[in-house]
């Protein structure tokens, strides 16, 4: 019966409907000249969406994508400190495992432990940054797109040559402390009017020692942070093209290597650690997507994944000598989704998923896990007057198979989402907006399956997710003020049966454990403005404030303190100016008390994790050398000289400068 109902679905998908083209679409003039998007905030979004793009996205003194997520509302970062450190994001407290992340329309996945580590996706090569809570509020877009609780949207750089113009070179160089190299360079060519590839290369080096502040209850000192060197390597070929018809297409190769320490916890006056990493990530993949102005439209993504990690650690001595455990692990990814208008107002899409994944190791009493998962989501939208309405069905299909012990068998489980807008009183300028999201994630393999601590047993997560918001956005004429956009939301999220994992002794050992139900109550704000003071100088700028419960509530009892890393208080500020050829850029990140256990009345002072705070700050100069732009940038980053953990035990860099330069030919 499930054979039946997955075939048909897929069969059906070919044949039916929607009513928006997926936002990942790049659109390309003739020149094969990408369109930018706006930036900040989304004000025709059902669900609350917060973006980064163009010259914004550069100007942050981010490092990474994931640094650059730190200016959102809602966004946890856990970063373990140094140049090549994990990163990860948790939104409005539901766990890294509950974002999905698309590179270019397309989703990246991790099987293994549910992790993608954003930090190994440079800026340089990044047009967009964009992070939806819900979902994104269309209905033609992967199956994949519908099945988590939040997404982030990374769209990567397109070619951008203009008239006659058929070949540009980018170089970089950024430097800085830790030792830092980081050169980089991207080449656009143009192989037709309509079509154009890009290639983008980055190589990162860097000792990653920094001093910190360590205090054990009787005395204070200085130390220098070790084993948190990186050396790795980023290449990127890109293809992006339009057809006659306006339909697009775009293809990826992507390929990663490093070779990283990991920074252990600094505990019981351990500061030594020898653990070593290994990472190779390569994938390749494609986008299609017909005219979506078009009454019927249509979309289909591929992707081959081929990652490989090994972990050695020099400290832990087993029968055959030091502990080397390798991973290898494999996806296959296919998706189809198509739309059709019954009316002008009316949109209907079907669209169907199939992803694959196995995992190889060389560990003792290995299950060898494989994957299937098949989604089909069924969405439907309709418009009237001021109103707009959203509602989707997402089937989820989960066939788990290991080669020795037990699996955690099959799964299926439907989960509805129901999203609405209102502009009042015919208003563009105001709208209110509202959701309701069920979605439920699987335990990953490392989860169920990895040796000794996995636990075939485990419990999935089901989560309901509410939310309550207004978008408002003003362009005065003939002021000062350019425009201004300010977003608020209050939301609440219930979690039953929450997987909670923690880093033990160091960055690769876990402990995954349920929490029967989490409640989170929470109310994010943003406002965005720009300000023209003066023929020459503009001003941008932005702030972003998060006020957030996350209690344990399991039996009725409520625990009460927020679970493990999760601040009641947050927020940034970014404000810009340019004068001219000059550039400055300062931010203000904040995070509040939390606890890095979960905490009550009697032991929460053991728990307990002071706030913490950053100032950043860059200048930046453009001068053309023979008519060729060149850009110089100097960043300041901690200015105070702040010490802090983001994790326990783990702590972060004191005041680091960073130097790039750039010439484009």
Not at 145 to 153: L, T
Not at 461 to 477: C, H, I, R, S, V
Request: net charge positive; glycine share 6%; hydrophobic share 35%.
């Amino acid at each position: 019966m499930k054979c039946c109902l997955i075939t048909g679905l897929s069969l059906l998908c070919t044949h039916i409907y929607a009513q928006q083209a997926d936002s990942a679409k790049v659109n390309h003039l003739k020149e094969v000249r990408v369109q930018g998007k706006k930036t900040g905030i989304v004000n025709s979004s059902a669900s609350p969406a917060q973006v980064i793009g163009g010259e914004a996205l550069q100007r942050l003194n981010s490092f990474s994508v994931a640094d650059a997520l730190r200016y959102f509302s809602g966004i946890q970062l856990k970063d373990y400190g140094g140049v090549g450190g994990l990163k990860t994001v948790n939104v409005r407290s539901l766990g890294s495992n509950h974002t999905t992340v698309f590179y270019d329309g397309v989703q990246m996945g991790n099987a293994q432990n549910g992790q993608v580590d954003l930090g190994r996706f440079s800026l340089d090569n990044m047009e967009e940054v964009s992070l939806y809570n819900g979902q994104k509020s269309e209905i033609l877009q992967p199956a994949k797109a519908f099945s988590s609780a939040s997404s982030i949207y990374m769209r990567s750089r397109q070619p951008q040559l203009a008239g006659d113009e058929m070949s540009q070179v980018r170089w970089s160089l950024k430097g800085g402390s830790f030792g830092l190299i980081n050169p980089s360079v991207l080449y656009d060519q143009k192989i037709t009017n309509h079509t154009a590839l890009s290639l983008s290369t980055e190589w990162v080096k860097a000792n990653g020692e920094y001093r910190f502040r360590y205090t054990n209850g009787v005395y204070d000192t200085t130390a220098r942070r070790n084993n948190t060197d990186i050396n790795a390597f980023r290449a990127e070929l890109g293809f992006a093209g339009v057809l006659k018809d306006s339909s697009s297409w775009s293809a990826k190769v992507y390929a990663y290597s490093s070779e990283r320490g990991l920074p252990g916890a600094i505990v019981a006056n351990r500061f030594d650690y020898h653990q070593r990493q290994w990472d190779r990530n390569f994938f390749i993949q494609g986008h299609f997507q017909s005219n979506e102005n078009k009454t019927y439209a249509w979309m289909v993504n591929a992707k081959y994944a081929n990652d490989y990690l090994r972990y050695l650690d020099p400290d832990f001595v087993t029968l055959d000598g030091f502990q080397d455990n390798r991973f290898r692990q494999q996806e296959i990814y296919l998706s189809g989704a198509s739309r059709y208008f019954i009316s002008p107002g009316w949109g209907v899409s079907l669209s169907a998923d199939y992803q694959w994944n196995g995992l190889d190791a060389n560990l003792y009493r290995f299950t060898y896990p494989t994957r299937h998962t098949v989604l089909a989501a069924l969405a439907s939208e309709f418009k009237l007057n001021d109103f707009s309405f959203q509602a989707s069905l997402l089937g989820t299909f989960v066939f788990d198979r290991v080669k020795v012990y037990s699996s955690a068998g099959d799964k299926q489980e439907f989960s509805p989402t129901l999203m609405a807008t209102y502009h009042p009183f015919g208003s563009k300028k105001l709208m209110f907006r509202a959701f309701y999201k069920n979605i439920f994630r699987l335990p990953t393999f490392n989860d169920l399956y990895y040796t000794f601590i996995g636990n075939a047993l485990l419990r999935p997560e089901f989560t309901d997710q509410y939310n309550l918001g207004f978008t408002y956005t003003l362009k005065p004429a003939n002021v000062a003020l350019v425009s201004f956009a300010l977003q608020a939301d209050a939301y609440y999220n219930e979690v039953k049966d929450k997987i909670v994992a923690v880093p033990s002794a160091n960055l690769y050992r876990w402990t995954m454990y349920n929490i029967g139900k989490v409640a989170v109550k929470g109310v994010e704000t943003n406002i965005q403005t720009v300000w023209r003071i003066a023929q020459n100088l503009v001003v941008n700028a932005s702030i972003s404030y998060t006020f957030q419960q996350a209690r344990d509530v399991t039996d009725g009892e409520i625990y009460p303190f927020n679970i493990p890393y999760v601040p009641v208080h947050s927020g940034s500020f970014v404000c810009s100016l340019d004068w001219k050829r000059l550039e400055f850029n300062y931010s203000y990140i904040y995070s509040g008390y939390r606890y890095n256990q979960l905490s009550t009345a009697n032991n929460a002072v053991y728990n307990y994790m002071q706030p913490w705070y950053t100032h950043d700050a860059g200048l930046g100069y453009g001068i053309k050398i023979s008519g060729r732009p060149v850009k110089m940038n100097l960043e300041v980053n901690n200015i105070f000289n702040q010490d802090r953990e983001m994790i326990a035990n783990f702590p972060m860099p004191r005041r680091f400068y960073r130097f790039k330069i750039s010439f484009t030919i």
